[in-house]
């Protein structure tokens, strides 16, 4: 990489035009283009809309402020994969938005300075935390997704970082793509599961962006511990989603099998082709809280992992 480097904004929307805008103007008062650090570009795919999505778009693609693909209904995993193969090659950095936040003007910013130090020849990944807000924006706390650290065997059963604070080096990029999207369970998963197998996984506990809480969010984050256990209960009983999370770890092992460590490999190995009890007795650490770990033991020993 020589001189300023590129950063491409990919962004996924659906149905959502009450809060786009909000975000897109967000995304494009980075201090990193005032400052001159990065040359920025936005590139969003609408994953087919029925409101007025498409209505608010339409000005900043007249101006010439971000690429628009008027797009089929993939859903989420596949529309932002769509969004990352049609990258152009020279891309430097990739950052992910979602529609409905929006960013602090730092966040570029202190993501491309993390990154910048680090050996671009290997995936690189910088997450962060994040703050709660209600629909208006008003602040309700922060977040503390990253509780004891993160390690490629904290990320094979549960999701520790969040998709739109993430942002990603051409290496980590190019490892994606080659992949493709098959077995994909959840796009921000399957970025931090590939960073840490192959690279370095960076995570910032300063929150970088404000967290639209609506109605439409896919997870419950951020409406309270009730709300949150009977979310994360109805994922650890349905065996379809138990299901999909085995089938990423075997696409994991299937695409990127001979370049993972010997260590790594051992332990993803041991996860996909070991025992109920070797499993539940691993001597590692495998998620962020001690309730969540005994839950996820308790699952390997009922042979539902």
């Known amino acids: 990489m020589s001189g300023i480097p590129s950063v491409a904004v990919v962004m996924s929307t659906y149905n959502g035009a009450a809060y786009v805008r909000a975000q897109l103007e967000s995304v494009l008062r980075q201090d990193v283009v005032g400052r001159g650090l990065a040359r920025l570009s936005v590139h969003v795919r609408d994953d087919g809309s029925s409101d007025g999505t498409l209505d608010v778009l339409a000005p900043f693609e007249a101006d010439g402020h971000i690429t628009l693909v008027r797009g089929a209904n993939e859903g989420v995993v596949g529309s932002f ?18 529609q409905d936040d929006v960013w602090h003007p730092d966040k570029l910013s202190r993501a491309l300075e993390v990154l910048a130090g680090r050996d671009q020849d290997v995936p690189q990944l910088y997450c962060s935390e994040y703050v709660f807000c209600d629909a208006d924006m008003t602040p309700r706390g922060a977040s503390r997704l990253n509780r004891t650290g993160v390690s490629f065997e904290k990320m094979l059963y549960e999701n520790v970082t969040s998709g739109n604070t993430m942002v990603m080096n051409s290496a980590l990029l190019g490892a994606l793509v080659g992949a493709g999207r098959e077995g994909v369970y959840c796009h921000d998963w399957w970025i931090a599961l590939v960073a840490t197998a192959l690279g370095e996984l960076t995570y910032d506990d300063h929150p970088c962006l404000d967290y639209r809480r609506t109605g439409s969010n896919a997870s419950p984050t951020g409406t309270g511990s009730l709300s949150i256990l009977r979310y994360r209960l109805s994922k650890f009983l349905d065996r379809n989603e138990l299901g999909k999370i ?33 499993k539940a007795l691993a001597p590692l650490r495998l998620r962020q809280t001690i309730g969540a770990e005994l839950a996820l033991r308790a699952l390997f020993l009922a042979g539902l992992l």
């Open 81 to 98: 994969f769509s969004l990352l193969e049609g990258l152009p090659d020279d891309v430097d950095y990739v950052a992910l938005c979602d």
């Open 246 to 278: 085995t089938t990423q770890l075997l696409r994991l092992r299937g695409a990127f099998g001979p370049e993972l460590s010997p260590r790594r490999r051992a332990v993803l190995d041991r996860f996909l082709d070991g025992g109920r009890l070797g």
